[in-house]
């Protein structure tokens, strides 16, 4: 069960950062569109 929640936590670190990287990016890429 330990490991279960470590992986978990790991995964959530990694999509965390994921999208703090691209939500930038995104919305950059839609305020382009908009113009």
């Known amino acids: ?3 279960r929640k470590l992986v978990a ?3 959530l670190i990694l999509t ?3 999208a703090i990287c691209w939500v930038p990016y995104n919305i ?4 382009l ?3």
């Open 1 to 3: 069960m330990e490991r």
């Open 9 to 11: 936590k790991r995964f």
């Open 16 to 18: 965390t950062v994921f």
């Open 28 to 31: 950059a890429t839609l305020l």
């Open 33 to 35: 569109d908009f113009q």
